[in-house]
C-alpha cells in the first residue's frame, strides 16, 4: 500500500460535527495539488450522505461542481434528509468553502432486492498484466514523461488500452479505454468502496472530449467539470481491476458531454458514469486569464 | 393544435407566489391521469428554475422522483439560487404536495460561448413519414388498441422505427428507435422548448428496460422512474420531428438504467437523456400491493 493510497484513503474519514454537518480534510505532503481534485469533494460528499442513512447502499449520485475549491482548508459537508422510505432514502449535500457552495450532490440508497438481469457485454481488450504501466510509458516517451508523473500522483494503478491523452495526435476518435485499480486495500466495506469508485471515476474522463481537437489537452484548454454522476449498478472491488471505457457523445459551445462504464474483470458491468465538462480554446481568447482557482472564464459578447 | 397539447402547453404556465418559489397546476379533462406524470413535475420544475435566471439557457437537469405526485392538487416548487456566476448559474429546486418533497431537480445555465465541435453519428433509420402513426397501430393490433390510446393522450405525435413496446415477444433487445415531435407550437422561446423536450423525454423510455424480460410490461411489473437527467447540447424544435434512441445499458437488484439521446431530422445530437428505473416483479410478490399512489413497495426480507 502506498502512501499516496493511504493519504487518498484518509481522504474518506470524515469528522462529524453535527448530526448531519461533517468537515473533510485535504491530502497533504505528496497528494497536494493546486486546486482540489473534483473526485475528491464527489467522494466526501458521499462519504457523508451515507454516514446519514441506516438501511441500503448508494447507488447513484447527481453532482455539480459550482466553484473551484481551496485546498489549503477542510470542507465541509452540510447533509439534508429530504427523503427516508421503506427501500429508498435520497440525501442532498451542499459542500462549503469561505461561506460558499463550491459543490452540489444529490444521491439516493436503495435496500438490496431482486430482480431481472441483463447488462452490456464487456467490450474485447488485452489484460491489463499485458499492458504497460504509466511508469514503463514513461521511460519510453520522455517528452511526457512529467504528465504521467501527474498520473503517478494519483492512487491508482492505470494500464492504458488506447493511447494515453498525452501521447497523440490530433484527431483521434472520442474514446478511450482503460484499466485501473486502486492501489491499495480499500477494505470490505461496500460505502467506502463506492466513495473511492466515485473518487477515480472522475480521473482521465475530463480528457476524452479533446481527443478530436488537440494534440495537449493541459496546455491549450482551459477545462473544468461541471457535473459528474455515477450509477453503481452491482457490487465491486475498486482494488482489482476494472476496466473503464469512456466516450465523448457531443461538444459544441464550450461544452463536451462524455459517457462512460465500468467492468469487472469478470465482465460484469458494475457502474455507469457521465460527466459534461467545460472546453475552452485558450489560443482563441488571448484576453482570457486561466487561473488555477478559476472555474469559469468570460463570456462570449 | 390539439387540446391535449393546449393543455400540455398550459402547465409550463407557472404562478409566481413568490420571488422563488412558483406553483404549477395540473392537467384537466381528457389529459387527468390516476398519477402525476413524471414528466410534468420535471417540465414544470425547470421552467420554475428557468424563471429565476437571468443570462443563459438551461444546458442540463439531474432529478430525483421522491414520492408519487398526487394529480388532485397544484404542485408548489421552491427554487434555491445556489449560484449565479459570470457565465454559468445553478439552481435546486424541490417540488412540494401534502408538506413532503415529491421530487427535486438541480439544473445548470450557461451563456452561449463557442467551442469545438463533434458528435455521435444518427444511425441510419426509416423516415418518419413513413412510418405508421399510433392510430394506424391500434387499427391493426386491437389487442393492443386500449395500449396506443394510452400513448394518443399525450401531447405528442409518435412513429415507432422499433416495436412498440406493446406488440412484442419477451426476449426483445433492450433498445427502442421512434420518431417524435410535439402536436402543436410550441413556440420560439429555447425555454419552453427545453421544458417541452423534457416533458416528452419521460415518455416511453422506461419500458425499455423491460424489454429482454416480460411481454406486457405494464400488467407484470411494478415500475416507477427513479430519476431523470437530460444535457442539452444544442438548439432544437421539439415540435420538429426528433428521433428518440433509447438504450437499456443494465438491470440488477430491480433496478435498469436507460441512456437516451435525440436527434434533429437534419442529425444534429440535440439532446442526452439518462434515466434509472424500478422494475419490481408483481408475479413473484403475491403479498405486494400495488397502488398508483405508491412508488415504493416492500422491501426483501
Redesign the interface.
Known amino acids: 500500500m502506498s502512501r499516496r493510497f493511504e493519504a487518498t484513503l484518509d481522504l474518506l474519514d470524515l469528522e462529524r460535527i453535527e448530526v448531519d454537518i461533517f468537515r473533510g480534510r485535504q491530502p497533504g505532503g505528496e497528494a497536494a495539488r493546486p486546486r482540489v481534485f473534483g473526485g475528491q469533494v464527489a467522494a466526501q460528499a458521499l462519504m457523508a450522505a451515507s454516514c446519514t442513512v441506516e438501511a441500503g447502499v448508494v447507488?447513484?449520485l447527481?453532482?455539480?461542481f459550482?466553484?473551484a475549491g481551496d485546498p489549503t482548508i477542510p470542507i465541509v459537508y452540510e447533509v439534508d434528509r429530504?427523503?427516508d422510505?421503506?427501500?429508498?432514502a435520497?440525501r442532498?449535500v451542499?459542500a462549503i468553502q469561505h461561506g460558499e457552495?463550491i459543490f452540489?450532490l444529490?444521491a439516493?440508497f436503495?435496500?438490496?432486492?431482486?430482480?431481472?438481469?441483463?447488462?452490456?457485454p464487456m467490450p474485447d481488450v488485452p489484460a491489463p498484466e499485458d499492458l504497460p504501466t504509466t511508469a514503463e510509458l514513461a521511460a519510453v516517451h520522455p517528452d511526457a514523461a512529467a504528465r504521467f508523473g501527474f498520473i503517478d500522483a494519483w492512487p491508482v494503478d492505470m494500464r492504458f488500452i488506447t493511447d494515453p491523452p498525452y501521447l497523440r495526435s490530433v484527431g483521434r476518435a472520442?474514446e478511450q479505454l482503460l484499466w485501473l485499480r486502486a492501489d491499495g486495500d480499500v477494505g470490505d466495506d461496500p460505502v467506502a468502496q463506492r466513495c473511492m469508485l466515485t473518487f477515480i471515476s472522475d480521473m482521465i474522463l475530463l480528457s476524452t472530449q479533446?481527443l478530436?481537437?488537440?494534440g495537449d489537452s493541459s496546455a491549450e484548454l482551459m477545462m473544468a467539470s461541471?457535473?459528474h454522476?455515477v450509477?453503481f449498478?452491482?457490487p465491486h472491488r475498486i482494488d482489482e481491476w476494472t476496466l473503464y471505457t469512456m466516450r465523448?457523445?457531443?461538444?459544441?459551445?464550450?461544452?463536451?458531454?462524455m459517457?462512460a462504464?465500468m467492468f469487472s474483470q469478470s465482465g460484469a458491468?458494475v457502474a455507469?458514469v457521465?460527466q459534461?465538462g467545460l472546453?475552452?480554446?485558450v489560443a482563441t481568447r488571448p484576453d482570457h486569464h486561466v487561473g488555477e482557482r478559476e472555474?469559469?472564464?468570460?463570456?462570449?459578447g
Chains 1, 2 share one sequence.
Open positions: 447507488h447513484s447527481h453532482s455539480y459550482l466553484r429530504i427523503r422510505g421503506r427501500s429508498f435520497t442532498r451542499v457552495a452540489n444529490q439516493s436503495h435496500v438490496d432486492e431482486d430482480g431481472y438481469t441483463h447488462q452490456d472520442p479533446t478530436p481537437h488537440v461541471l457535473d454522476l450509477w449498478h452491482r465523448s457523445r457531443t461538444a459544441q459551445g464550450a461544452r463536451g458531454f459517457t462504464s458491468l455507469s457521465a459534461e472546453m475552452r480554446t472555474l469559469e472564464g468570460r463570456t462570449r
